[in-house]
């Protein structure tokens, strides 16, 4: 049941990459899709099409990078409206790690990538971005575009990163990172959050398409 005082924020991990690039860390970096991900967010499509009339979603907000500008162009063009992108909603950044294979990263440095959740605020693997820095900017979205959303605004679309969307479920919900497993988004999959008062919420469900 869908309440006239409450917004719903479909925050949506992007479909899967393609096999050539999922040896590598690429963070940040632009890669590209696997071939058919459109059939993948169908389902979304759909849910979203069905909404009633003056909740469905006025725009669709997006990282800016590919493999979540060509979903959300491909959505936004099903729903006919606009699409948004947006810096914050990016991947962390994995400094000198990114577009290197996982297996030519030195052993002693890939196992430190368990200190991006005990040492949030401090450890950068590969000399890029923190936990923490991630959180906050994906925060500093929520805060604009949610949080700062206009009246009307009953369905907030975004299409984003496992890291972005993960940190910004972990954020909202003041848990450590240690606890944000469960809100880790497998490719194409989407996580639903509605709130009743500006910039407060808990997350409803976890959905898999």
Known sequence: MIRTNETSIYLVRHPAVDSSSKSICYGDSDVRLAPGWETTLEPLANILSQLPSGH?????????????SEPAHWLGSRLGVETLPDSRLRERFFGTWQTVAWSEIPLHEVERAHDMLEHPSTFRPGGGETTDEVSKRALSWWNAVVANADPSSKTIVAIAHSGSITALCGTLLELPPSDWTPYYLKPSQHMLIRTRQKGTGGIISNLSL
């Open 56 to 68: 469905r979603p006025q725009q669709i907000w997006h990282s800016d990078l590919v493999r979540c």
